[in-house]
């Protein structure tokens, strides 16, 4: 393993460099992939995996849109989409990529087609961990691992064919062949992972959870419709207060901590900019910091699990779903949203010389 020090933690990852493809595919020639479940993760990871030369076959219901999907890119019922239980059976390493409150549904559909020695997969650490509750309890002669992609299965898809790759965290629940780890890597390499951080089963969905809930998605956007609210409050039009909120993050600033980090998306505003925001990180922290805690605790004790388990599992609950969503993309901001993104030009970039002046930025040091 490369050893990497992450701001003064010395942590050890797998980098293509050390688990090339080629070794992914050796340690894998035997091995038929049973990707169960196409909705987000299921197609980019079959994907990419067939892509990438190996021998991939997809479960899914006969009646789901997912079996559909599955026909349009190009899978065929009968020889390479099967329904779960089938594809189950037929595969030597069981992806459960459905739903986490289906699992338990699936579960017994999926467990009568494991053989001693197969490996069950997963991309998160929710049906294993909160075990209690979802009834998934693999047999003692199979292989547990995961590879969690830390991004979308879109972008697990789309980076792939740019060339990106994303990063995945993996691990091993249990090792019943002494191969688990090394499949588990095989696979990680074959979905696309630029690199793989080793993880454990807890610690992997007590993070997720924690950052879907809170920074990446859940806080995101509550802080930014809060934002909006009082800007509106005191007269900013739409427009205005839509640019001052989302549209200047994602098309500038954003990029800039892509880029550099948050200290050289700083140093490339405003000294104004800098002054305010130095002096009101700390009161954003302080304010929300009780919030977090409060969410890590719901994780850890297994309510926000319970929580996905009773609503996601609900069967009007795609109805409520798509309601929720709707209601988010019909509020006046994310309308506004909508006609700020088409005034957005759309020329042929630039060629670029060897010497194009003024995109290095302004340095933080
Ligand atoms: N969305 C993402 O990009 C990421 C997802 N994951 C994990 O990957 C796994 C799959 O998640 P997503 O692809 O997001 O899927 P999702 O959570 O949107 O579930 C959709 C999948 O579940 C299947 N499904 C729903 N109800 C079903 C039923 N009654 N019987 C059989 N199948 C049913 C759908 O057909 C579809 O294949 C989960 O464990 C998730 O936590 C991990 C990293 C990122
Ligand atoms: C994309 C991802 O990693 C999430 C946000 O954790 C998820 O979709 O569950
Ligand atoms: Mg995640
Ligand atoms: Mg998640």
Not at 71 to 99: C, N, Q, S
Not at 120 to 142: D, M, N
């Amino acid at each position: 393993m490369a050893r990497i020090d992450f701001g003064g933690t010395i942590e050890e990852v797998i980098t293509r460099k050390e688990f090339p493809m080629s070794r992914a595919r050796k340690v894998l020639k035997d091995e038929t992939i049973a990707v169960i479940g196409y909705g987000v993760q299921g197609p980019a990871q079959a994907l990419n995996l067939k892509d990438n030369g190996f021998r991939v076959i997809v479960g899914s219901r006969p009646d789901g849109k997912g079996w559909q999907r599955a026909v349009e890119d190009g899978w065929k019922p009968g020889k390479t989409l099967f329904d779960i239980a089938e594809a189950a059976e037929r595969g030597t390493i069981v992806m459960l990529l459905v739903a986490d409150a289906v699992q338990k549904e699936i579960w017994p559909v999926v467990k009568p087609g494991l053989k001693e020695g197969d490996a069950l997969y997963f991309s998160h650490g929710f049906a294993i961990v909160y075990q209690k509750l979802t009834g998934v309890v693999p047999p003692p002669f199979v292989d547990v691992i995961m590879v969690a992609p830390k991004g979308s299965g879109t972008s697990v898809r789309r980076n792939f064919l740019t060339g990106a790759g994303i990063n995945s965290s993996f691990a091993v629940a249990q090792d019943y062949t002494g191969r688990a780890r090394e499949r588990c890597l095989a696979v990680g390499i074959g979905i696309g992972s630029g690199y793989l951080f080793p993880t454990t089963f807890e610690h992997e969905v007590f993070s997720d959870l924690t950052g879907e809930r809170g920074v990446l998605m859940g806080a995101l956007a509550g802080i930014m419709e809060a934002q909006y609210e009082v800007l509106r409050a005191h007269g900013h039009t739409p427009s205005e207060a839509f640019n001052e909120t989302v549209e200047e993050l994602t098309q500038s600033l954003i990029r800039l901590v892509d880029e550099k980090g948050m200290d050289w998306m700083y140093a490339n505003c405003s000294a104004t900019a800098q002054r305010g925001a130095l002096d009101w990180k700390p009161r954003f922290k302080k304010a929300v910091l009780p919030l977090f805690k409060e969410l890590y605790e719901r994780v850890r004790t297994g309510k926000e699990a319970r929580r996905v388990l009773q609503a996601c599992g609900r069967p009007d609950y795609q109805k409520q779903l798509q309601a929720e969503l709707n209601a988010m993309r019909d509020s006046e901001m994310w309308r506004a949203g909508a006609a700020v993104r088409a005034l957005r030009p759309k020329e042929p970039a630039r060629k670029l010389g060897k010497n194009v002046k003024g995109i290095a930025g302004r340095a933080s040091n």
